[in-house]
């Protein structure tokens, strides 16, 4: 059950960092600095929690591809209203 519960918290969190990273990326000056900080602390406070390096090496693989994916989400919405 540990390995369960551990595995849905990577999913949860490396899903919303990489859904912060990819809202950094459109976002105006002062706000981006904001939602960058919280990216970051999250990461630092999830990465005390992990053990190995593994870990940490799938934390970020999974991070780029869900910043991948919610960039090219952003992107398509905002192109389907119109606003690029």
Do not use: H
């Amino acid at each position: 059950m540990n390995n369960f519960k551990s595995t849905l918290m990577l999913a949860l969190i490396t899903s919303f960092v990489g859904l912060l990273v990819a809202i950094f990326a459109f976002l105006p000056v002062p706000f981006n600095a904001l939602v960058g900080l919280l990216a970051a602390g999250l990461v630092v406070w999830y990465f005390r929690k992990l053990e190995e390096r593994g870990q940490k090496i799938l934390f970020i693989v999974f991070v780029v591809i869900y910043f991948l994916f919610f960039t090219v989400l952003i992107t398509s919405v905002r192109y389907g209203m119109g606003l690029i």
